[in-house]
């Protein structure tokens, strides 16, 4: 069975097609990365799975139950957890009693272990919580009552960056216990370092559907080379080499090929500074999907 | 079950210990004030006259300012229990739902197995904290206040008063609650539940004794009056049923039209 599985989903708020006519599946035991620009429709579309709204055509099963029939969905609710980008928590009151309210409404059976792995100051209110703390508690009861299937909004904005390689690592675990994770994202970096396939979203369609690894390859890196002012960059270009752009000193461009390419290109010059990042997910689209 | 009431109930436990706290400490001053007030020769019966009539009506009615019920009735339940303590509870009703919507929190509930009806009754039935909190504490606190300075009133009217204060307090509870489901800010769910209570008040005031009477049967205030029962200890029993079910009303079209939206 598919833990989720959306067919035709559409949502318009008038004349806006937040989500227009998506199909996908996610398989069980899969981490699934929902990889869009803001704006895209990722959330929208994480509102019908949970039932918070209802699609304007087609729909969608989580863990096989139908979103648009309340009753059904509330047997799949007790298997799935959800974390908003921004937890709506209760400030008035200490992270026990809001733990402490959320297991009463569905259990929380894992609690004392994520809590040794995120630690918000349980004791204190909420209102004081760092933006950090609050999404920590907003992961522990996530994942506290160990649903089968966990949809993400976001989720480690927010988090330091030691936090975040251990949401990852914690995710990683998930899998390996054969856990469903849906995560909405729109940096392809913190995606790719967890999840095994990808949908991206953009303006309420879906784009492409791709293993993580073929839309790195295709994604490439962005290389920033500085070089001494005399070097001449013109001759800078090979395989994999596009979007080139020189500046004063230096050349950027996106790189798609074989590292031992580019290291054997760059070995001709003397080198300043060279940085080799993540593309933005804008660039991606640019170069793979066209720009419109 | 109950998980979203006892919580919520909870948390209004704070708000409903001050408001009590508050209601009778302004109880006690009405009641020491009346000795003063009764042998005063001011002629009260003189001053409601020159009242204009739909003031009368609202504050005063048939009530004597000279007895001790009577004063009783217009200057502490006319006014406190009928009017401001029926616009408060429309206040809390208005961010029951709306509230949640807007900070997120209600994301939180939905995601968990909880179906919508329920958050809507639960969330509803914590307003009960603050409905039996004051109904519960403030008769014993009048009761004795009257005793200390050796004044009493019929105990069962006092309590009948109170007791007949619920449905009338929960249908204008469900007056806010119509209001939050529909709304997704609850600023303005909760002035629209003041607006709404303040201006039935004022239609059932304004309409009596002119032909168009029958409008202000659509006001919550008209079937439930701390005059009659304190004064002249009668009580409205189908009245408070009709605001009872009235009450129950609201709820079940709050259910209806929440489970039909979108969040």
Known sequence: ?292 | MFEVTRYEGRRRMRGTAVLTVLLAVYALLIVFLYPSIAESSVDFDEYVESLPPAFQEGFVGSANFSTVEGFLSIEMYQFLWLLLLGLYVAYSGGALVAGDVETGQLDMLLATPISRSRVVVEKYLSLLVPVLGVNLVTPFVVYVGLLAIDETIDPVSLFALHLLSIPYLLMCAGVGLLLSVRLDRADIAQRGGIGAVFGLFLLDTVSTDTDFEWLGALSPTRYFSPVDILSEGTYDVAGALLLLAGAIACVGVSVLLFERRDI
């Open chain 1, 1 to 292: 069975m598919a833990a989720i599985e959306v067919s035709g989903l559409s949502k318009h708020y008038g004349d806006v097609r937040a989500n227009d006519d998506l199909t996908f599946t996610v398989q069980e035991g899969e981490i699934f990365g929902y990889l869009g620009p803001n704006g895209a429709g990722k959330t929208t579309t994480i509102r019908s799975l949970l039932g918070f709204q209802s699609p304007t055509e087609g729909t969608a099963t989580v863990l096989g139950h139908d979103v648009r029939d309340e009753d059904e969905l509330l047997e799949a609710k007790a298997e799935i957890g959800y974390l908003p980008g921004d937890p709506g928590l209760d400030e008035q009151v200490t992270g026990r009693e809001y733990l402490d309210y959320q297991s009463s409404l569905k259990g929380d059976e894992r609690r004392e272990e994520l809590l040794e792995l995120f630690d918000p100051p349980l004791d204190r209110k909420i209102r004081e919580y760092s933006r950090g703390n609050k999404q920590m508690v907003g992961i522990v009861q996530a994942f506290m009552h160990d649903p089968e299937l966990v949809i993400m909004d976001e989720p480690t904005s927010g988090l330091d960056p030691l936090k975040q390689e251990a949401f990852n690592e914690f995710i990683r675990g998930e899998r390996a216990k054969d856990k469903t994770v849906f995560f909405s994202s729109h940096v392809l970096g913190e995606v790719r370092r967890v999840c095994d396939r990808v949908g991206i979203i953009r303006e309420g369609k879906l784009v492409t559907l791709e293993e993580i690894d073929a839309l790195l390859r295709r994604g490439g890196k962005r290389v920033r080379v500085h070089t001494r002012s005399d070097a001449d960059l013109a001759r800078l270009s090979g395989e994999g080499i596009l979007d080139r752009e020189t500046f004063d000193d230096g050349v950027q461009f996106t790189f798609t090929g074989d590292y031992n390419t580019l290291v054997s290109v760059l070995a001709d010059y003397d080198i300043v500074d060279l940085e080799i990042e993540e593309p933005p997910l804008e660039d991606v689209f640019m170069h793979f999907y066209g720009a419109d």
